[in-house]
């Protein structure tokens, strides 16, 4: 077996099961689960304060950051490598089955409009397709293509976190993705969405669905819907504006059915459906079968659920982000990344503008 030490610079670290499950018979696993875990909860509670710091994100710049400050302390490398390997195994499973229950509600997909359906759909295909194109021009790792196209398309971090599995990407293709789709969201709630608003003179109808339909991470169309701008003309009011943006973000989650499937089989050249994706599916069909129990019902599910997958994930996050290396995204690599998110991010931007004006609005 490798040394733990070669591993960690190994930029294809593989571990047979039998040499993981004596890695957490040995009990050498605790100190990196335990850093892990620290780091997710300060995450945690970082996101649940401001809207705009993603705790999945946020934990994978604190493991990079933290393993920018020991990579020349070999002693601690040795200590926390073992626990930084084990976290994703273990916590990226868990946290889908919660995800899949509180997100994956196939009754949303009935009371949302056909017709904001239809425009919902085709952005969501321009994202990928303009982020696969823009990928191979730049020669960009397949691996980190997938990732910003699902995290752009579908639910950011959350998007990139189950499709690093399928695709079997190494920690640096989960960072650096994860940051760049947050830089364009960051950039695209911030800059481009009031330039965009005031140019147009858009109203509160179609700038709820212009959030819900291009902006990449939940948090941020709630934050948009929370800021609303100035001069905005008010069709609806701003309560159902709310809820028709989250609405239709949600129905954006059932894409996760076909894209994690799609780039498992492009990666491995063959048709191939990952199994955790047959868990998510029956915990989503179950969530929404809860979810017909009433309001209640529902509000305590959300409660409940949500803090848990997000914290779950944000130490898988933690350790992905303690297995990268910061160099790697101020490299060519990051800035091509970043290409690719915020090209697909304008493309799609334009396409659900020419959409808008053709329905009519």
């Known amino acids: ?188 709630l911030f800059i481009i969405f009031p330039v965009v608003v005031h140019t147009l003179g858009m109203n509160n109808l179609v700038y709820a669905l212009f959030s819900g339909m291009t902006l990449q991470f939940t948090g941020f169309v709630k934050l948009a819907s929370d800021m609303t701008p100035e001069g905005l003309a008010m069709v609806i009011s701003s309560q159902e504006a709310g809820m028709i943006a989250l609405s239709v973000k949600a129905v954006r989650y059932l894409g996760l059915l076909i894209a994690i499937p799609l780039f498992a089989s492009m990666m491995k050249r063959r048709v191939y459906v990952p199994w955790f994706l047959w868990i998510f599916l029956v915990a989503g069909l179950a969530g929404s079968f809860i979810m017909t129990g009433g309001s209640n019902l529902s509000k305590t599910l959300a409660h409940i659920v949500k803090p848990v997958y997000t914290f779950l994930w944000a130490t898988a996050m933690a350790a992905v982000g303690l297995n990268a290396d910061l160099m790697v995204f101020l490299s060519r690599t990051g800035i091509r990344c970043l290409v690719m998110a915020f090209g697909g991010f304008f493309a799609a931007i334009i396409v659900f503008l020419v959409g808008i004006l053709m329905i009519g609005f």
Not at 17 to 36: C, F
């Open 1 to 188: 077996m490798m040394g733990l030490f070669d591993v960690f610079f190994d930029p294809e670290p593989r571990y047979t099961r039998r040499e993981i499950a004596l890695i957490v018979k040995g009990g050498r696993s605790i100190p990196g689960l335990l850093l892990a875990v620290l780091i997710a909860t300060l995450s945690y509670f970082i996101g649940e304060i401001n809207n705009v710091f993603d705790a999945l994100v946020l934990a994978v710049v604190l493991g990079i950051g933290i393993r920018f400050l020991i990579r020349n302390n070999d002693s601690l490398i040795r200590l926390f490598y073992p626990g930084i390997l084990i976290a994703p195994i273990i916590f990226i499973p868990a946290g889908l089955v919660f995800y899949g229950v509180k997100n994956l509600d196939f009754l949303e997909f009935i009371r949302v409009n056909p017709a904001y359906i239809g425009l919902e759909i085709i952005v969501v295909v321009v994202f990928f397709v303009s982020i696969i194109f823009l990928g191979k021009i730049l020669k960009t790792r397949r691996q980190i293509t997938y990732l910003t196209a699902t995290g752009s398309g579908v639910c950011g971090a959350s998007a990139i976190v189950i499709t690093s599995s399928a695709v079997s990407a190494e920690p640096d293709d989960v960072s650096v993705s994860l940051i760049s789709v947050f830089i364009a969201a960051v950039v695209g």
